[in-house]
């Protein structure tokens, strides 16, 4: 399914979103310290990937790095919205993530991967994850640092 010019009503049809749960004080240490200090050895850990290059971003790698992600990000969280995105901007660019979309039922209709939901005051919208930013300090920072890399040098393959 694609974000559609509706993809606001998207939210009361169908639960597509993983529900923002609150963790545990004992897991944010490991959200905030990688294993591995190299970021490519860390995103082939996310996905599980074995090879030496990182693999080329296309819908099965984009579900294992939701897996990942939904596993160790920090939902929900505050962030900035990049000024460039092509969804529905609020006019502050200050948000709160709430939920990240599991790449098979909802997907970026530009490929640019996962896709979140964000809340600004009142009124919610899809965006991509790639277009959030976070203070370096945030326990999300290098999560999201590592997705961003992956996303943008590995995202060219036509059949995303």
Known sequence: ???????????????????????PSSFWPEAQHPLTAD???????????TGHSLPAVRIEWL???????TAHLLIPFAARCAADFAFPQ????SVTVVALFDPYKIASPDSSGLVCRV???H????????DIEVDQR????????????WIWNWRFDPRI
Request: hydrophobic letters at 35%; proline letters at 7%.
């Open 1 to 23: 399914m694609h974000i559609s010019a509706n993809h606001r009503l998207l939210y009361a049809e169908t639960p597509l979103v993983s529900p923002a749960k609150p963790l």
């Open 39 to 49: 970021q490519e050895e860390r995103i082939r850990a996310a996905l599980g990937y």
């Open 63 to 69: 579900r294992r790095y939701y897996e990942y992600l």
């Open 90 to 93: 609020p006019t502050d660019f």
């Open 119 to 121: 809340r600004n005051r």
């Open 123 to 130: 009124v919610e919208s899809c965006t991509p994850l790639v």
């Open 138 to 149: 945030d326990a999300n920072s290098q999560l999201l640092e590592d997705y961003w890399y």
